[in-house]
């Protein structure tokens, strides 16, 4: 059974900033896509961040810039950086596994494996 664990999450103000944790180590592939998602209330899930066993990311428009996808060096530990939050990034946020893509993927559909999620609150 693969698990993945986030933490990090919490309130900040904005402007502020985090960083997310997900442990990974429970999925132990040679090549892999690891991504950031993240939900509104109300709001479909959103896919913004993911990084390959090739070290390629991608961001969705609406964090790049602000935000980085990161690894440890031992490749168990997912990082997501985030800078200049604003209210309009309050959702709860999930870590994410699946396989190599040949295309960098943000969708959902790609992934197999997800964790419980953190909450990320930005107050204005």
């Known amino acids: 059974q693969v698990q993945l664990v986030e933490s990090g999450g919490g309130s900040v103000q904005s402007g502020g900033s985090l960083r997310l944790s997900c442990a990974t180590r429970?999925?132990?592939?040679?090549?892999?896509?690891l991504a950031w998602f993240r939900q509104a209330p109300g709001k479909e899930r959103e896919g913004i961040a993911v990084?390959?066993?090739?070290?390629?990311?991608k961001y969705a428009d609406s964090v790049w810039g602000r935000f980085t996808i990161s690894q440890d060096n031992a490749k168990t530990t997912l990082f997501l950086q985030m800078n200049n939050l604003t209210p309009e990034d309050t959702a709860m946020y999930y870590c994410a596994a699946g396989p190599w893509n040949l295309y960098v993927r943000l969708e959902a559909s790609e992934y197999n494996y997800w964790g419980q999620g953190t909450q990320v609150t930005v107050s204005s």
């Open positions: 990084i390959d066993s090739n070290d390629r990311t």
């Open positions: 429970a999925y132990s592939r040679s090549s892999y896509s």
